[in-house]
């Protein structure tokens, strides 16, 4: 598996769980790596990411919310996700955004984030 994500599950509206992905060596760069998500009946939209300068771009319904954070060391990118709202209920999966713009790379595991009372 060359990305696999975690962290998900049943979340309170309000809360603040961090997910986590792990991704294959032959595919991480810190600066190429972005959070995407995937609700029920929905397109897959790009929500956190790294750019090539080593800033970070987020989308207007998670910026001030939503802080994505990366480890080189282990290969893994993170997700903080704060003050979740229910339409923030999705399937959150990483990649290598530079990768899937050539039109490479594969969708790894995603961990399901659901906001619910």
């Known amino acids: 598996v060359q990305l696999q994500a975690s962290g998900g599950g049943l979340v309170q509206p309000g809360g603040s769980p961090r997910l986590s992905c792990v991704v294959s060596?032959?595919?991480?760069?810190?600066?190429?790596m972005g959070w995407y998500r995937q609700a029920p009946g929905k397109q897959r939209e790009l929500v956190a990411a790294?750019?090539?300068?080593?800033?970070?771009n987020y989308a207007d319904s998670v910026k001030g919310r939503f802080t994505i954070s990366g480890d080189n060391a282990k290969n893994t990118v993170y997700l903080q996700m704060n003050t979740l709202k229910p339409e923030d209920t999705a399937v959150y999966y990483c990649?290598?955004?530079?990768?899937?713009?050539?039109?490479?790379?594969?969708w790894g595991q995603g961990t399901l984030v659901t906001v619910s009372s």
């Open positions: 990649n290598n955004i530079l990768l899937l713009s050539r039109g490479k790379g594969d």
């Open positions: 060596g032959s595919i991480f760069d810190i600066n190429r």
């Open positions: 790294f750019t090539s300068t080593g800033s970070t």
